[in-house]
């Protein structure tokens, strides 16, 4: 079968070459334009500091950007998974990174890729029982770790034959660089990578500073697999520390005043290695120059790290550009001026005399930020896109206890039309603590070449051509939903031969809006003791918003209702807002007479009120009108006139007085005495308007798609 073929070939494929390898070979070996888009890897970094916020808390945040429609699970380490002295062996497809535990481990919450049910997308083993990708998380402790940003080294320093060599060649090698990545296993020892730095700091470190010592004397020991940039905080410190090679590093203990962003790019610039607020490996200096790559000043203990060992210095991330502009609107920054001049955006501690002076960046926001700034950088058209897997913005209170002296806000799956929801994570003692959205188990995509003839598919475009089939129960998971909906929003054009209007794009952006806003003050309020629950009902409820919005622009269409007409985008308002409902399953019938039993029971519904479960359809709402003094509840099956239509509307409303007058339509005098002022306050109002003609048309009877365009409007 077709999904037998499909499952063949991505189990052979991944064997041979995982995705995430994949995309870095491609990154390493494609050559670019100066100042082009890098868009392969595209994991995203924001640190803003506790000065820069309203709350005075320092936001520490990373995006993880692996793949499309790749699942993503959330869960909590159990303490004592691994016993003292206990072997970790990590995922094959990286070296098998081993590690012996000093301790019982801690507990800890990550994210990891799903294993489709039991495959690992990484090396393809089948019953895989080594994590696969994890990615973010806080322990019991207290320590967060984000994990990682990819950067990239230079390489003279780094070069080898293969980059992504596995084995040794005749009992070598092949190195050409000075300090390469750690990719083959001597003596049990192998270069630590990304997707195994969580599970091991996590499980050791009982306080920030411990992380960072811990995981740089593995450079030292083990070296690192690939180059990375890693936060590694707890509530009272944040540290940053990025590698471009496989033992030489650079971390520095991020200060409060300090904004910085990194979009796979090394950020730490031109710095003195003698601060006490920077850690560096002994021989960063020495090995930048063997490999003729140094830019600094030895004698004074100076390098510039960005310039000495990251590569990829001939570009500029777009994500980059589009931050910096974002933080500050006076910036107007091109990628061509930030290549030109790095201080813009690096990481340094002296001034243009090479006087220490401090760890700052010379970013500077044009607002004091909240968390809903820190929020929408992630939403930027080049931030957040069908990549996006997973984020996790570590929020940090020096006040507090350490039981909330960390608030995790999580999202998950493509971020231009999401929200994050927060959490305690020391409070998350079980992964049955947790939403069980987040831990949705399923099949790989299918990914096909023909559109899927099952009118009842969902599918995406995928990104190498054909499309993206989802699952069967993919609305189960909180990844796909969310992953869902910004895809189809991206995609329908291609899909349906309609792209999604403008109007419908801002609803959806309005009420993930509201959601995050609603989020925020009930997090804000929430006693400790319910905090857990209320997490987990405001993931649900994400959740159900994203499934509700997926409907709302792949069901609410009917073929009677053009795209793009004047009535269309209210038509489908009034349906997902359930005031209004089609004819038939395909049919609204824009051109049907309202009846005096239809209006009664939109103004009711609009009232918040349940009218089924009647002898009639309308009887609930007849009784409605009429206590309401709207109606008086005779003749049902009439038709109404516009001039009818806008004194039920205003009744509704109150009666309320209309100071205007109708005199600019040319047939104002056939509107009727007891109609007037309804008809006045309804043009004052913006709810009615003339017919094109100069003329009102109040004897006209009034169509569904003119009370589904004025309801709309009233609504608002």
Same mark, same amino acid.
């Given at each position: 079968?077709?999904h ?5 070939w991505?189990?052979?494929?991944v064997k041979?070459f ?15 334009v100066?100042a ?5 890897s ?13 709350e005075?808390?320092?936001?520490v ?10 699942n993503?699970q ?6 004592g ?8 062996? %990590? ?12 301790h019982d481990s ?9 294993q489709?049910?039991?495959?690992c997308?990484e090396?393809?083993q ?16 207290g320590?967060?770790v ?8 230079r390489?003279e320093v ?5 980059p992504?060599?596995k084995?040794?060649?005749? %009992?070598k090698v092949?190195?050409t660089?000075?300090?390469?990545f750690?990719?083959?296993k001597?003596d ?16 050791e470190?009982?306080s ?5 010592d ?6 030292k ?8 940039g890693?936060?590694?905080?707890d ?24 904004i *910085? ?7 730490? %610039? ?13 021989k960063l200096?020495?090995m ?8 600094g ?8 790290f960005?310039?000495s060992?990251?590569?990829r ?7 980059m ?13 091109t ?14 501690n002296?001034n243009?005399?090479d006087?220490?002076?401090?760890l ?9 930020l909240?968390?809903?700034d ?7 058209s ?20 350490v ?11 493509n971020?231009s ?11 998350l ?6 939403y069980?959205?987040y ?9 096909v070449?023909?559109?899927?003839a099952d009118?009842?598919a969902?599918?995406?475009n995928?990104?190498k ?14 990844? *796909?939903?969310f992953? %869902? ?6 995609d329908?054009e291609?899909?349906t ?7 419908d ?13 609603e989020?925020?003050?009930? *997090?804000a309020?929430?006693?400790?003791k319910?905090?857990?629950e ?7 409820k994400?959740?159900?918003?994203a499934?509700?919005?997926i ?21 489908k ?8 409902a089609?004819?038939?399953?395909d ?7 309202v009846t ?22 309308y009887?609930k ?13 005779t *003749? ?5 006139t516009?001039?009818?239509l806008?004194?039920?509307l ?21 509107v ?12 004052e109002?913006?709810l ?5 003609d100069?003329a ?12 589904a365009v004025?309801l709309?409007?009233?609504?608002k």
């Open positions: 079968s077709p037998q073929i499909k499952i063949e991505r189990t052979r494929t041979k995982s995705l995430k390898k994949l995309v870095t070979a491609v990154a390493v070996t494609t050559s670019l100066a082009a888009t890098i868009s392969a595209a994991c995203t970094t924001i640190y803003v500091g506790a000065d820069q916020t309203q005075k808390t320092p936001f945040a990373r995006t993880e950007d692996y793949g499309w429609n790749y993503k959330w869960f909590v380490m159990p303490e998974k691994w016993a003292k002295g206990d072997t970790f062996l %990590g995922c094959p497809g990286y070296g098998e990174f081993e590690w012996k535990f000093t801690y507990r800890f919450t990550y994210f990891t890729n799903d489709y049910q039991g495959t997308p090396c393809g089948e019953n895989a029982t080594h994590p696969s990708y994890t990615e973010f998380g806080t322990n019991e402790k320590v967060s984000s994990a990682t940003e990819t950067i990239y080294g390489p780094t070069k080898t034959i293969d992504f060599v084995t040794k060649v005749d %009992g092949n190195i660089g000075v300090d390469p750690v990719k083959v001597v049990g020892k192998v270069g630590i990578e990304e997707t195994d730095i969580p599970t091991i700091i996590l499980s470190a009982d920030a500073k411990a992380g960072v811990l995981l740089l004397n593995i450079y020991d083990y070296g690192a697999y690939f180059a990375s890693v936060f590694i905080c509530q009272n410190e944040t540290w940053y520390i990025e590698n471009c090679s496989g033992t030489q590093y650079v971390a520095i203990k991020v200060p409060d005043d300090m *910085f962003l990194e979009p796979n790019m090394a950020v730490i %610039g031109r710095v003195d290695l003698d601060d006490k607020n920077i850690i560096a490996s002994d200096i020495e930048a120059q063997k490999g003729g790559t140094f830019v000043d030895a004698d004074k203990n100076i390098i510039d960005r310039a060992y990251a590569g210095l001939d570009r500029v991330d777009q994500r550009v589009d931050g910096l502009n974002y933080l500050n609107k006076n910036y107007n920054y990628a061509e001026q930030l290549l030109a001049d790095n201080t813009r955006f690096t990481i340094s002296v243009d005399k006087e220490q002076v401090g700052y960046t010379n970013i500077k926001a044009d607002r004091t909240d968390k809903n820190v929020f929408g950088y992630y939403k930027l080049s931030i957040g896109k069908p990549s996006n897997q997973d984020i996790e913005i570590f929020q940090l209170f020096k006040d507090k206890d039981t909330t002296g960390t608030v995790g806000w999580v999202g998950v799956g971020m039309n999401n929200v994050f929801v927060p959490y305690y994570p020391m409070l003692t079980d992964s049955k603590d947790m069980e959205g831990q949705a188990t399923l099949p790989a995509v299918q990914k070449a023909e559109r899927p009118a009842s969902f599918f995406v995928d990104k051509g054909g499309f993206a089939v989802y699952p069967e129960g993919w609305r189960n998971s909180y990844y *796909f939903s992953e %869902g909906l910004g895809g189809y929003i991206a329908a291609a899909i031969g309609t792209a999604v209007s403008a109007a794009k801002q609803y959806v952006q309005d009420k993930m809006t509201a959601l995050q806003n989020f925020n003050e009930t *997090f309020k929430v006693e400790l319910n905090a857990t209320t997490s987990r009902q405001m993931a649900a994400a959740h159900a918003t499934l509700a919005m409907d709302y622009l792949t069901e609410g269409s009917f073929n009677d209702v053009a795209s793009g007409s004047w009535y269309a985008d209210a038509v308002n009034v349906v997902n807002k359930g005031l209004m089609g004819t038939g399953k049919t609204f019938a824009p051109d049907n007479q005096r039993a239809m209006m009664w029971t939109v103004l009711a519904r609009l009232d918040g009120k349940d009218v089924s479960g009647a002898s009639t359809w009887a709402a007849m009784t409605w009108a009429i206590e309401k003094g709207v109606s008086d509840g *003749f049902p099956g009439n038709s109404i516009r001039e009818q806008a004194t039920m205003w009744r509704a409303a109150g009666s309320p007085e209309a100071k205007g007058a109708l005199t600019n339509f040319n047939d104002a005098a056939s009727s005495s007891w109609a007037t002022q309804a008809m006045t306050w309804a043009v109002q913006g009615i308007s003339g017919m094109g100069g009102l048309n109040p004897q006209g009877n009034a169509t569904r798609a003119q009370l004025i709309t409007a009233y609504a």
